[in-house]
T-cell receptor, first 114, second 111 residues
Framework: EAQVTQNPRYLITVTGKKLTVTCSQN?????MSWYRQDPGLGLRQIYY???????DKGDVPEGYKVSRKEKRNFPLILESPSPNQTSLYFC?????????????FGDGTRLSIL | DQQVKQNSPSLSVQEGRISILNCDYT??????FLWYKKYPAEGPTFLIS?????DKNEDGRFTVFLNKSAKHLSLHIVPSQPGDSAVYFCAVNFGNEKLTFGTGTRLTIIP
């Protein structure tokens, strides 16, 4: 089954404790992206990657890191999480350029930073 | 500044009637527009799209209309069904590699 898989689905942690949210897709997609969803703000893009070893900032990249060492994986790293990063996070992928191709989304990761 | 606005946070429609969801955007040059649907505890799923060279695209019960002069996008669902109850996001590609999403409209279909 074609899918985007995120782990963990839920996480409660404390300020400053490094965490990684993994994202994997099995569709051989080139483009991958991370979003956060907050009430009243919709989905905002954090980082995106157009191919292996190519990443770029989205609209809200501060406090996040990503890497794209393999085509299928695109982890989101919070080196020193803070309470304002409490949010619902989505990973997405599409066959090529993100803008004109429908993106496939994972089911989300709900992060709570205390 | 590229913005996408969905001014109605929620909408209730009787089953069988037409649902109309609206979206406004700014700063258009080459644009591509998409609608996504989201159920609770799931990720958004792609619904329908339209490019800026068209003014209408239809897929079954779903039709998207684009008014470029007004910078306005709308999604029509007819007839509305209970399974259409979800949050709907419009998204715009302003000619770059990113999608800018609206804030979403929660649609409730009343049986």
């Amino acid at each position: 089954e074609a899918q985007v898989t995120q782990n963990p689905r839920y996480l409660i942690t404390v300020t400053g404790k490094k965490l990684t949210v993994t994202c994997s897709q099995n569709m051989n997609h080139e483009y991958m992206s991370w979003y956060r969803q907050d009430p009243g703000l919709g989905l905002r893009q954090i980082y995106y990657s157009m191919n292996v070893e190519v990443t770029d900032k989205g609209d809200v990249p501060e406090g996040y890191k990503v890497s794209r060492k393999e085509k299928r994986n695109f982890p989101l790293i919070l080196e020193s999480p803070s309470p304002n990063q409490t949010s619902l996070y989505f990973c997405a992928s599409s066959p090529s350029k993100g803008g004109n191709q429908p993106q496939h989304f994972g089911d989300g990761t709900r992060l709570s930073i205390l | 500044d590229q913005q996408v606005k969905q001014n109605s946070p929620s909408l209730s429609v009787q089953e069988g009637r037409i649902s109309i969801l609206n979206c406004d955007y700014t700063n258009s040059m080459f644009d591509y527009f998409l609608w996504y649907k989201k159920y609770p505890a799931e990720g958004p799923t792609f619904l329908i799209s339209i490019s800026s060279i068209k003014d209408k695209n239809e897929d079954g019960r779903f039709t998207v209309f684009l008014n470029k002069s007004a910078k306005h996008l709308s999604l029509h669902i007819v007839p509305s069904q209970p399974g259409d109850s979800a949050v709907y996001f419009c998204a715009v590609n302003f000619g770059n590699e990113k999608l800018t999403f609206g804030t979403g409209t929660r649609l409730t279909i009343i049986p």
